[in-house]
């Protein structure tokens, strides 16, 4: 299976100031059919996932422009320009170009 | 709207048997490969079964395989997930999610298990 890495696993931020969350995988994830499916999702406390990219780089309708995702083969990031206090929660990578699909372990973003 | 409500969660002795249901609205079961993922206390998300788009094939993670079987009713448009054999480690809130060609885009709210004595 293919192994997904984040890092930090806990990440304290100011508000207003941006954040940085990494995910490397143990293969590259470009599929054969060109595309790249890495996905990041955001979990607030007590709710189901609710996904904010996918294919690397695009937003989820709704989903405020502050959040970027950027990356290829097999290193990706997700910035959040300016961290406002509803962007509190653990985020998580997942890719579904090998299967099965894998999860980092998540990255927990809190207040410092 | 896609909108995915999971059932049938609760608290079960090890050994014991568990149905979970998904209903699905905003969208058809059948033109969709549906996945069931869990999340033990505290922990990250585990990916557990996966039902193709076609019902023509079913894949399971290594540490459900031969106790777990997922299915669906297309009448109803629900998704299922029978769970035989239940351990302590099987203890998890336990997400239906709508596939969308090699990603997963919807997620239920949720339902727990519990596998204790």
């Known amino acids: 299976d293919v192994v997904m890495t984040q890092s930090p696993l806990s990440l304290p931020v100011t508000l207003g100031q941006p954040a940085s969350i990494s995910c490397s995988s143990s293969?590259?994830?470009?599929?054969?059919?060109?595309?790249?499916?890495l996905i990041w999702f955001q979990q607030r406390a007590g709710q189901s996932p609710r996904r904010l990219i996918y294919?690397?780089?695009n937003w989820d309708s709704g989903v405020p422009d502050r959040f970027i995702g950027s990356g290829s083969g097999t290193n990706f990031t997700l910035k959040i320009s300016r961290v406002e206090a509803e962007d509190i929660g653990v985020y998580y990578c997942m890719q579904g170009t090998h299967w099965p699909y894998t999860f980092g372990q998540g990255t927990k973003l809190e207040i410092k | 709207q896609v909108h995915l409500v999971e059932s049938g969660g609760g608290v079960v002795q090890p050994g014991g048997s568990l149905t979970l249901s998904c209903a699905a609205s905003?969208?058809?079961?059948?033109?969709?490969?549906m996945h069931w993922v869990r999340q033990a206390p505290g922990k990250g998300l585990e990916w557990v079964a996966f039902?193709?788009?076609?019902?023509?094939?079913?894949y399971y993670a290594e540490s459900v395989k031969g106790r777990f079987t997922i299915s669906r009713d297309n009448s109803k448009n629900t998704l299922f997930l029978q769970m035989n054999s239940l351990r302590p480690e099987d203890t998890a809130m336990y997400f239906c999610?709508?596939?969308?060609?090699?990603?997963?885009?919807?997620w239920g709210q949720g339902t727990l298990v519990t596998v204790s004595s």
């Open positions: 999610a709508k596939d969308q060609w090699l990603e997963i885009d919807y």
């Open positions: 905003g969208f058809t079961v059948s033109k969709y490969g």
């Open positions: 293969q590259s994830l470009e599929h054969r059919d060109g595309n790249t499916y």
């Open positions: 294919k690397v780089s």
């Open positions: 039902l193709r788009y076609d019902g023509t094939s079913t």
